[in-house]
């Protein structure tokens, strides 16, 4: 399950990535930061790439082999784009990753992205929203920060809720809406 936030393109795009990536892979907790690198990786090396025939007209691969020295700024390309990632392992335990230009990060609690992250991020926090919090009040805590965070600048007023359950062989959603959980 993601989230995606950014230009739609270079959102999509990373997501597209992770979801390759993720179809022949399953992390595990202890190789989860590592494995959800490779994903950014790729995605950082294509961005180089595109980067570096825009400015010399060749390839990253002819660039390198005639000595050119790949600029500072384009090796920590700002991807524009972030994505939150959630689901389980496969020993059943719940993960939650954060990707965007400063890298992977895995959140204890919970994540936020884009122009109004910060937002709910904040409120979550007022909240002490985490683990052992009850569904009712998780998906009112959840709902409150997103209805917060549409005070930012490109974030609508669109919410599609979704709780997501472990299962043996694939993952089980339920939908949220405004007359309670859809099973």
Not at 63 to 85: C, H, T, V, W, Y
Not at 168 to 183: A, D
């Amino acid at each position: 399950c993601g989230l995606l936030a950014g230009p739609w393109d270079k959102a999509r795009e990373l997501a597209d990535e992770y979801t390759e990536y993720l179809a022949s892979h399953r992390p595990t907790r202890r190789s989860l930061r590592k494995d959800m690198r490779i994903p950014l990786q790729r995605f950082r090396r294509a961005l180089m790439t595109e980067e570096i025939s825009k400015l010399y007209g060749v390839s990253l691969e002819d660039f390198a082999a005639q000595g050119g020295r790949i600029p500072r700024s384009a090796q920590m390309f700002k991807i524009d784009a972030e994505m939150i990632l959630c689901g389980f392992l496969a020993d059943g335990s719940p993960a939650l990753v954060r990707v965007d230009s400063e890298g992977v990060r895995v959140e204890d609690n919970f994540a936020a992205i884009g122009s109004g992250g910060a937002i709910a991020m904040v409120m979550l926090d007022l909240r002490d929203f985490g683990a052992t919090c009850e569904l009712a009040k998780a998906l009112y805590y959840v709902y409150e920060a997103k209805r917060c965070s549409e005070r930012a600048e490109a974030v609508n007023n669109v919410t599609i809720m979704a709780v997501q359950y472990p299962d043996t062989e694939s993952f089980r959603l339920s939908m949220v809406n405004p007359h309670g959980l859809e099973e």
